[in-house]
């Protein structure tokens, strides 16, 4: 049994995994930055009230763009598992070679996602990651991960509409039953949601285009993913799990 935890850039989530079975979820949020006895107290507590005893976990596996986070948390694995967690970071195997300008600047995020989507659907595919940021990473046939689109998320969108003007109030994020709005917060949720299902189909048009893969894989992850992923055709999956079973996938490709 591992635990794999997922540090991003809003919340950490946290995986046990039995052989290939995802056994149980956890979510914090990612600040503020906690002392390694709280995320040790956190993680214990989190699993044991599953009926998962702390020392069952074999592994624990970390993937983070949170670089404040990494000191506590390994902290907290060694002294509450007794584990020296594998992390997820240059030189690690993952079965995908990198191959953009710096690859030292691609997100661990990001490489975990491209590895479960391409171990699991095969290549060439675009792994869409619908998170704090929405990335766009290109990974072709032979496993090479040769291109990577990155903007605003939703979330950082919808945030900028009601802090940036004084008048527009906080919405909650989903698809009006028109694009023809007569209020107010239908007519933010209309341009968030509208806008950006156009913004998605656009980008994965052109990356089709200019890399002309026809016969390219669309597979999207994250929160916000499917509100998105049910409104249009040019994704074909959506994996809500997709990072976790990434991260189990290195495990084994590690361990």
Known sequence: MILVIDVGNTNITIGVIEGKEIQAIFRM???????????????????????????????????????DVMYPLNSAVIKYFQIHPITVKPGIKTGIRLVTANPKEIGADRIVDAVAAYTLYGGPVLVVDFGTATTYDLILEDGSFVAGITSPGIRISARALWEDTAKLPKIEIRKPKSILAKDTITSMQAGLVYGYIGQTEYIIQKVKEESGLKNLRVVATGGLGKIIADETDRIEIYDNMLTLKGMQIIYEKNK
């Open 29 to 67: 949020i990612s600040s503020p930055v906690r002392t390694s006895d709280e995320y040790g107290i956190h993680l214990c507590n989190m699993i044991e009230r599953r009926g998962i005893r702390p020392e069952s976990i074999e592994d624990v596996v970390i993937s983070s763009v949170v670089p």
